[in-house]
Every structure is written in C-alpha cells, then in structure tokens.
C-alpha cells in the first residue's frame, strides 16, 4: 500500500461528496418539475414526447398504477432486445456479419439488460453488431437506469406526501431522469472518454501488421500440435464511448468488450478511469441529497450518506490490503511496492491502474450495483476478491444502483426505526410517519426474497454436478466462490463475475435470467406497496419518543442493522468460499 | 391497462429512435469531428501500414524487444477477443505458469546482473484486458541489458530510451507510472536502424 494510493482514494471520495449535493439539488427540481437550466432545450423535446406516445402528464398515478406502467414498459423493452439480438445478422451496422443470438443467450442478456443487471454470458466483440449494442444494449442502459431512479423518486413522494393516494406519474418521472439527467450527462461524458482514447466509431475491425511475428501452437483435428505463425492483430473497434458513459452513468456496467473496463479501448487512462468510478457514485450519492430535499430533512439525506460512506471505506480498506499483500503461493517474483513498480497481486490487474485502482474500482463497482469492472475479481486474493461479493451481499445499497440503492437504503432505514421502535418500547416514526405491521411485513419481504434467490439457486447448482459444477474454471473453495459469485451478481442486479465461471450454457443462462428478474422485480413490488401505504398516513408531530434520524446515532444503527442483517444471512456461506480459501493459501496448499 | 400497453410500446418505440440511434449516432459525429485520431483507436502507422494502436498491447516475447506481459487473449494479445486468465489464486495451473515464467526470465537473464533478484510481477502474471500495453518501471528496467546485448546496443543508450518512454502519474496523481511497449520497441528498432 502506498501514500499515494490512499491519496487516490481519498480524493475519489472528497469528489463524491462535492458532486453530490448540486447534482442532488437539480435532481429534486427535476423530479418536482422546478425550473432548470436546460428546459429551454429541453421542454419541447419532452412536449413532442409525451406527444407521441399517449402520456397524460398531469394524471398522478397511485402505487398499483405506477407499478403496473414500470412492469409493462420493462416488458414490451425486454422483447424488443430480444427481438434485435434475434435478427441482427439481418440489420445493418454489423460490420463483421455476426450471425443472429441464439434464443436461450438472447433471453439471458434481455433480462440481464432490462433488469439493469447487465451480467454477460457473451463475448461481445465476437457475438453483438454494433446496431445490438447501440439500439438494443446501450439503450436499455438508459431505460432500466430511468426506471430505477423514477421508483426512488416514487419512494421518496411516498415518504414526503401525507394524506394522499398517489405516488407522481411514471412516465414523467422516466422521461425527465432520461432527459434532464441521464442523456446531457452522457453526451459530455462520452465526449471526456473519446479525449482519453475510447473509441466511437461503426468501422469493421482494423488489421494491424506486428512487428514481431508470433508462434502460435494449435491443434489439428487429429489432435497434433501445429505451429502458426501469425503476422498481423485484429483489432475490435466500435462505437465505444457513447455506450461506455451510459454504462457507467446508469450502474448497468455491461462491457462493449469481454474485459469490460480493463480492455484499454474502453478504460484507456487512469483519468478515463476515475471518471468513470465517477459516474458510478454520482446519480446514486446525489439521491441521498434529492431525498433529503424532497422530504424537507436534507440532514436526513446526509445521515443516510454517512452510512453508506462508512461501508465503503470499510471494504475499500480491505481490498486495497488484501491486494497488495499479493499472492503468498508466487515464488522468484518481485511482490513488494518499489520506486519502480506498485506491486501487489497483478494476476488479472493493468498496469496502468496497479492494485490502489483495481481495488478501489471493484468496490465501486459492487457497493453500487454497475457490475463493470478493470481488473477480473476471479484472480484477486480470496479476501480481495470477497469484498466485491460482500459488498452485493448487503443488498447494493452502499450507494448502489441508481434509484435502486436510494430506495434499497430506504426499506434498511424503515427497519431501523422498526428496531429503535421496539428498543425503547414506542410505535416507531419515521419522518413523522407511523411505521405499522404492513410496513414492516412489506420491508422484510424484500429483504428475505434476495438470500432466497442468492442461497437457494446456489445451493442446488453445486449438487448438480453435470449442469452446475462443469462450468468452474477453478476447483476448491474458490469454485464455489464463483458459483455463490454468479448468483448473488445476478440477484443484486450487479452483472460483475468471477469470470472463469462458463455461464453460457442453458442452465445458467435460464437460472441467472429468473433470478436476475426476480431480484429486480419481486424486490421493487413491496417496495412500492411501502411507498404507497407510506403516502397515505398522516404526519404525527414529533415527540420526545421519536428517533431522530439525523443524527450520528442513526447513522451507526443504520450500518449496524444492514451489517447484522447482511452477515447473519451470509456468513457461513462465505466461510466456505473466499474465508477457507484465505486460510489454506496461506497454508500453502493449491487445487 | 391496455391505454398503459399502448403507450409501452409507442414509448419504446420513441425512446429507441431518440437513444438507441440518435445519441451514439450524435456522439460519433462530434467524436469524428473534434477528435478523430482518438475516435479510430490511436492507431500507429509505419512505412504507410497500420502497425498496431497505441493502446492495445501486442505480443513481443523474443529476445530482441522488450517483452510484455503474459496474455490470456486468444492465442495471446487477440484483440478481437479480450479476455483474462480468471485463475484462481490458489488454483494450480496458475502458480505453475508462473513458476515456468520466472523459469524462463532467470535463464534468459542469467548471465546479466539481475540473474538473482526477483522477476518484477507484472512480467510473469496476464493482466486483465490481456490487450495491457504497458509494463512497469521496474519491468522495463528488468529487460535492459538482455535486449541491448541481442541487439548489439550500448546498455546504457538503451537504459536512455527506457528513461524517455516512462509515463508518469496523470496529472502527477493519478494511476501509476508505466512504459508503454510497443513504442518503446518501435523507438528501438528506430535506434538500432540509425546505428547500421
């Protein structure tokens, strides 16, 4: 570990903190249709659209309604992905003429993309046309990031309205996440990556002759080595940028390459690299200042900030020393930090970044649910490499994704007041809200549908060995890492991977799409049901009873609720996984 | 319901045309217009050909240039299909392939002066891109007097060339400082061709 790595890391966060209350600030105009700067621009557009598409702006909606519009627009969106992925080879820009998705991968990555999940069973440079990734992935990176902050903002309206049966209207509420935050956002954005060399271009794939030609040893269909000599590189190309700001903006994180963030075309500097971290924290720690604002109690938003600032530091800290600790089973090779190089364990790293970066973007990564990464979690250390999972493992609400970790947060919040309520024997208030059986009962059935989806599909893919366990890459605890990676990836929303694991056959390209739409869909129902039972309460004043939620107090039980919780569910199973492997590496022992 | 169906799909319809075409179609005009080395990919032309991208590593694992970083790309830098090792660390096929890697530097560098220390990490682990065009300082510095001897270059003119092609920290800060190998290689082959 170096001085100048924590100075790095700091000053990730010191940049958080100032991003998020202006961004936070413009983003309650937004959403409670105030002036902004852009309506100039930007008004007409959204006139024309709502135009075209038969939205009644003014008609509030209540929480069924606005639930039902969510399910209906992810559905007709998800169809129409699939439909693309389906007949691509038939529709232009696809320069190197890939053939159409097969059905069961198709389905896998709609429901990946629709559920703002964006795990990828698929090479992309080898299996998607530019017009896949731009008109079918990219655009769902817009859409499921817009729906994830409308549902928060529905959350937030259920928290701050008294009286009332409505929760806003989801089509506005979408509309002006994409217009006013989501796409100028992007176009800068896209725009600073091209300046640090990700390309954007719908050119086919460029040849480049070597400079020193390379042996390459295949084998023949009889089985013999043959030596190749291979003289030139093909180099993948594509519109790069546009997608890969939207990726990062939206926390979707699915890679226009297979690397993901670590292919330099994607991720080529590390100022490329720190705005793209950036763009992950940005929409979701500035919604801890929109609900703040929106619920009048901006020391409330503040509180809910600090939680999750906490959990950060926590698992960034440890990822960062267990990394550059590097790799003790590595003998003859220069591990420790010099004047000339950073060390650590690079299995699996870029240079460029060394361990302070991949370690800080892997618990970025996670902690909100984008899933892209720059250095591949399946090679960091056991303890390394647990981290990231934990950090899904507590229900991607350390910033998470965007609106899905703002209103994750909120159903922690309610239980804390839920369990403060019952410490000193009062009827728990949150904001002035009574907190009743419903709400409660509601809360735990989102939290208890993630370890179901997580622990359950888990435990039945490792006792089938032909289906489940002939795809680990790796043997010993670390294969079962990687399965126990895969599905709480796909639960949490995330798409990150220990990507040895091979996803694409039938199994788990089926069992990770149910549980990828489980985990976003089963989880935002009672969500919403909350918000909407929340809405229609009175304001009680407050009293000498009353938990303030402002206060360091707060934030303490906060994190300690969703660390108990969190561990309680998923300790033994990380005991067997990244926690035995920590302990037999050091023992020297390999699989 | 059904007014709600509707506008699902009149919606889906609108927003693709607006984000799905409109937006990357947009950005790449602008892309093109400001920046249209960078939007292409960096690419580096020798002699009228194309020779690779500044970015993207290439494989070089003979003696002559300075080697990169092991690949797990297809066959090895394969920049159509980027991909890491994702080997466990305590997986059994990893240790091996470094341990045949450190093999192979020491008996490569064995009559040099770093025949005993340690191979620096970066020259024996695949990174996670298997495209990474840079090796670090110490990488560098590791392979300088093997490459000058191949080559019949003076070590310390060599040592020169590496000092000239450190990166260092963006902006002083941020990342870590590294040497990008296929410019560096290509500054050799231009030195030792100036020499003949």
Same mark, same amino acid.
């Given at each position: 570990? +170096? ?87 038939? #529709? ?79 089509? =506005? ?36 002759? #070597? ?22 590189? +093909? ?150 490499? *647990? ?21 994750? *947060? ?21 904001? !002035? ?77 089926? +069992? ?17 049901? =909350?918000?909407?039972? #929340? ?14 939620? +402002? ?14 919780? !969190? ?15 920590? #302990? ?8 | ?18 984000? !799905? ?13 400001? *920046? ?136 002083? =800060? ?23």
């Amino acid at each position: 570990m +170096t001085e100048n790595g924590w100075f790095q890391i700091a000053l990730f966060f010191l940049l958080i903190v100032l991003i998020a209350r202006p961004l936070g600030i413009y983003m309650a105009d937004v959403f409670e249709r105030r002036k902004t700067f852009l309506d100039p621009l930007l008004a007409p557009i959204e006139r024309l659209l709502y135009r075209l598409t038969g939205v009644e702006a003014d008609k509030e909606m209540r929480w069924t309604e606005y639930g039902i519009a969510m399910l209906l627009f992810s559905l007709v969106s998800m169809l129409v992905l699939y439909l693309i992925e389906r007949v691509q080879t038939w #529709l232009p820009w696809n320069p190197q003429h890939w053939p159409n998705v097969p059905a069961v991968l198709a389905l896998n990555t709609a429901a990946s993309f629709t559920a703002n999940t964006n795990w990828q069973s698929y090479v992309p440079e080898t299996t998607m046309s530019y017009l896949t990734q731009m008109a079918g992935l990219a655009y769902h990176n817009f859409t499921s990031a817009a729906v994830g902050m409308a549902l928060a903002i529905a959350m937030v309206r259920g928290i701050s309205r008294r009286e009332q049966n409505t929760l806003g209207n989801f089509w =506005v509420d979408a509309t002006r996440a994409i217009l006013w935050v989501l796409l100028p956002i992007s176009i800068v954005f896209a725009l600073a990556l091209v300046s640090q060399g990700v390309v954007q271009n719908l050119r086919p794939y460029d040849t480049a002759r #070597l400079l020193e030609s390379q042996k390459v040893v295949t084998q023949d269909s009889a089985g013999r080595s043959v030596t190749q000599t291979v003289a030139t590189q +093909t180099i993948a190309q594509g519109p790069v940028a546009s997608q890969e700001a939207i990726k990062m903006l939206g926390t979707n994180g699915g890679g226009f390459f297979n690397t993901n963030s670590a292919h330099p075309f994607e991720n080529p500097t590390p100022f490329s690299n720190l705005l793209e971290m950036l763009a992950i924290f940005a929409i979701a720690a500035g919604l801890t200042v929109t609900m703040g604002h929106m619920t009048h109690s901006p020391r409330h938003g503040w509180a809910v900030f600090a939680a999750m600032g906490i959990l950060f530091f926590a698992g960034v800290t440890t990822a960062y020393w267990a990394e550059a600790r590097g790799n003790p089973l590595m003998h003859g090779v220069a591990q420790q930090t010099s004047a000339t190089q950073a060390g650590g364990n690079m299995e699996g790293k870029e240079v460029r970044f060394g361990i302070a970066n991949s370690a800080l973007f892997a618990t970025v990564t996670t902690d909100a649910s984008c899933g892209a990464v720059n250095g591949m979690h399946d090679s960091f250390t056991p303890l390394g490499g *647990m981290v990231p999972m934990v950090n899904i493992m507590l229900g991607e609400i350390i910033f998470g994704g965007v609106g899905a970790g703002l209103y994750g *947060m909120l159903i922690f919040v309610i239980l804390s007041v839920f369990i403060a309520g019952l410490m000193v024997g009062r009827t728990p208030e949150y904001l !002035g809200k009574k907190i009743e059986a419903y709400d409660v009962k509601m809360a735990m059935l989102y939290v208890l549908v993630f370890p179901l989806l997580i622990l359950g599909f888990t435990a039945v893919t490792v006792l089938l060995p032909h289906l489940g366990l002939s795809s680990l890459a790796n043997a010993g605890p670390h294969g079962l890492s990687e399965v126990l990676y895969a599905f709480t990836s796909a639960a949490g929303n995330n798409g990150s991977a220990f990507a040895g694991l091979n996803a694409n056959t039938n199994y788990y390209n089926l +069992t990770l799409a149910i549980v990828m739409l489980c985990g976003r869909f089963l989880m935002i129902v009672p969500m919403l049901a =909350v918000a909407g039972n #929340l809405a229609r309460k009175k304001i009680a004043p407050a009293s000498a009873g009353t938990f303030p939620v +402002t206060t360091p107090l707060f934030t303490i039980l906060l994190t300690g609720v969703i660390v108990i919780v !969190g561990a309680l569910t998923f300790f033994p199973a990380l005991t067997l996984g990244p926690i035995l492997e920590h #302990l037999l590496m050091y023992a020297g022992k390999t699989f | 319901m059904r007014k709600q169906f509707i506008t699902a799909c009149l919606y889906t319809l609108v927003t693709t045309v607006l984000l !799905g075409l409109g937006y990357p179609l947009a950005v790449t005009g602008l892309a093109h217009l400001l *920046m249209p080395a960078k939007a292409n990919g960096e690419l580096i032309a020798k002699d009228g050909v194309v020779v690779g991208s500044k970015l993207i590593g290439q494989s070089f694992t003979g003696p002559g240039y300075f080697n990169g970083r092991p690949s797990a790309a297809g066959t090895g830098y394969d920049a159509a299909n980027s991909s890491g090792s994702n080997l466990g660390p305590t997986n059994a096929t990893l240790i091996a392939r470094v341990d045949q890697s450190v093999h192979a530097w020491q008996t490569r560098e064995a009559q040099h002066e770093n025949a005993h220390t340690n191979v620096p990490i970066d020259l024996v682990t695949t990174s996670g891109s298997g495209l990474d065009p840079d090796i670090t300082v110490a990488a560098a510095e590791y392979q300088v007097a093997s490459v000058a001897q191949v080559r019949g270059l003076p070590k310390d003119q060599v040592a020169q060339l590496v000092k000239a092609h450190i990166e260092p920290r963006q902006f002083g =800060v941020l990342g870590e400082p590294c040497v990008n190998v296929l410019e560096l290689n290509l500054a050799l082959d231009a030195m030792a061709a100036q020499r003949k």
